[in-house]
């Protein structure tokens, strides 16, 4: 029961563009949110989080949005840079952070010089 | 700070072996986790420990696995018999009370 989704397992996009990753949580009781990026033969690094007390947090050129009716959260980048290209992973977790966190199975993002 | 330690970082062993990961924490990290990563499912959390105690172990495949955190400063991952589908990458990573997770650079066990 996969309860944090990533439906796209890659994504493509132009450097200098806008790169948009999805995740969908089916658990109503997730309340925070977060981003983690995570390069070859390293472990994941965090990058963005937000709670569900809010809709978007931004962080330069990241930013995430939160659509707690829709259950849907989605990660901007931009403007795309090559050293962008990682797998990102989209987790969810029912306090702050500080117990476990549920991951989707990650989007691989591609930038194209 | 060294951050999250992981050994070995890549693990080759026959079917049947008994295989240890370990693990050491950030200093001061209350929490520690388990993850491993495959293709089909992604990061899935095997075990968690906070103040050296084990919280939630549900994500355990079977009794093959076994988990320890005799001190905060070290834990161990053993997987007793090994097999080809135990094949991943497996990750620590400790957290502080409160905030996110830092994670190791992960161990990548093949078991042929």
């Known amino acids: 029961d996969q309860q944090v989704k990533q439906n796209s397992p890659s994504l493509s996009v132009q450097e200098g563009r806008i790169s948009i990753l999805n995740c969908d949580y089916t658990?109503?009781?997730?309340?925070?949110f977060l981003w983690y990026k995570k390069y070859p033969a390293e472990g994941p690094t965090f990058l963005i989080s937000?709670?569900?007390?809010?809709d978007k947090n931004e962080d330069g050129r990241f930013t995430v949005f939160l659509n707690k009716s829709a259950k849907h959260l989605s990660l901007h980048i931009v403007p795309s840079q090559p050293g962008d290209s990682a797998v990102y992973f989209c987790?969810?977790?029912?306090?702050?952070?500080?117990?476990?966190?549920?991951f989707g199975t990650g989007t691989r993002l591609t930038i194209i010089p | 700070d060294a951050g999250v330690i992981q050994s070995p970082r890549h693990e080759v062993t026959e079917m049947g072996q008994e295989v240890t990961l370990r693990c050491k924490p950030i200093?001061?990290?209350?929490?520690l986790f388990w993850y491993r990563q495959t293709m089909m499912r992604g990061l899935e959390l095997l075990i968690y420990?906070?103040?050296?105690?084990?919280?939630?172990d549900s994500g355990m495949p079977e009794d093959r696995f076994s988990a320890k955190m005799p001190n905060a400063s070290f834990s161990t991952l053993k997987i007793q018999p090994s097999e080809p589908r135990d094949s991943a990458v497996y990750f620590c990573?400790?957290?502080?009370?409160?905030?996110?997770?830092?994670f190791g650079s992960g161990t990548r066990l093949t078991v042929v």
């Open positions: 990573a400790s957290s502080p009370q409160g905030y996110g997770y830092t």
């Open positions: 420990f906070n103040n050296n105690v084990p919280i939630d």
């Open positions: 937000i709670s569900s007390i809010k």
């Open positions: 200093s001061g990290h209350n929490s």
């Open positions: 658990n109503s009781m997730f309340d925070y």
């Open positions: 987790a969810a977790s029912g306090l702050r952070g500080n117990e476990k966190l549920t």
